[in-house]
């Protein structure tokens, strides 16, 4: 029963701060906002270009497909699985947050747990999809190439206890955090 709700807890939690995580960056306190320029962001994933995450992205894929030495039988599957876990937008909530201020603090605070649920909720779609994708690629993987899956796998996973799925994560698109 404790390994039920370990699980739970942590989503709950994980939720919740990216809750108070984007409302956080909705004010931005002096220093930091767009006109600070690159170093006071850091490199977060939120701030990354996005033509440069697929650059990286595409490299680890064709990385893997040469360890994996695929047949030309494996090509259709191996093309369906990239598609599928190629990274979506992340969208703004800039007109969410214009909405927002608007509202008084109850009705914020609803219309902040119906956003909320909805954005999980699209996560939750979109980590299914990927984890179907790798899945069924992974099936039409020999013994040998799924060893070597594997380890790239775990590897690009990087040591997050598997909650990402697919080689560029579980995100959905690319989600900040």
């Given at each position: 029963?404790?390994t039920?709700?370990?699980?739970?807890?942590?989503?709950?939690?994980?939720?919740?701060?990216?809750?108070?995580?984007?409302?956080?960056?909705a004010?931005?306190?002096?220093?930091?906002?767009?006109?600070?320029?690159p170093?006071?962001?850091g490199?977060?994933?939120?701030?990354q270009?996005?033509?440069?995450?697929?650059?990286?992205?595409?490299?680890?894929?064709?990385?893997?497909?040469?360890?994996?030495?695929?047949?030309p039988?494996?090509?259709?599957?191996?093309?369906?699985?990239?598609?599928?876990?190629?990274?979506?937008?992340?969208?703004?909530?800039?007109?969410?947050?214009?909405?927002?201020?608007?509202?008084?603090?109850?009705?914020?605070?609803?219309r902040?747990?119906?956003l909320?649920?909805?954005?999980?909720?699209?996560?939750?779609?979109?980590?299914?999809?990927?984890?179907?994708?790798?899945?069924?690629?992974?099936?039409?993987?020999?013994?040998?190439?799924?060893?070597v899956?594997?380890?790239?796998?775990?590897?690009?996973?990087?040591?997050?206890?598997?909650?990402?799925?697919?080689?560029?994560?579980?995100?959905?698109?690319?989600?900040?955090?």
């Amino acid at each position: 029963m404790r390994t039920y709700f370990k699980p739970l807890h942590t989503l709950i939690l994980a939720g919740a701060l990216s809750t108070l995580a984007g409302y956080s960056m909705a004010q931005p306190t002096p220093g930091t906002g767009p006109s600070a320029g690159p170093a006071a962001h850091g490199q977060s994933m939120a701030r990354q270009d996005p033509a440069k995450m697929q650059a990286r992205m595409t490299q680890r894929l064709a990385n893997i497909k040469v360890k994996l030495k695929l047949t030309p039988a494996q090509e259709a599957a191996w093309t369906t699985y990239t598609d599928a876990v190629k990274p979506t937008p992340w969208t703004s909530m800039g007109a969410s947050h214009a909405e927002l201020s608007k509202l008084p603090t109850p009705e914020r605070l609803d219309r902040m747990r119906t956003l909320h649920a909805e954005h999980m909720a699209a996560l939750t779609v979109r980590m299914d999809q990927r984890a179907e994708a790798t899945k069924t690629f992974y099936a039409a993987l020999s013994a040998d190439q799924k060893k070597v899956f594997d380890e790239q796998f775990n590897r690009l996973a990087g040591g997050h206890g598997g909650h990402r799925v697919g080689p560029m994560g579980g995100q959905h698109g690319r989600h900040p955090g």
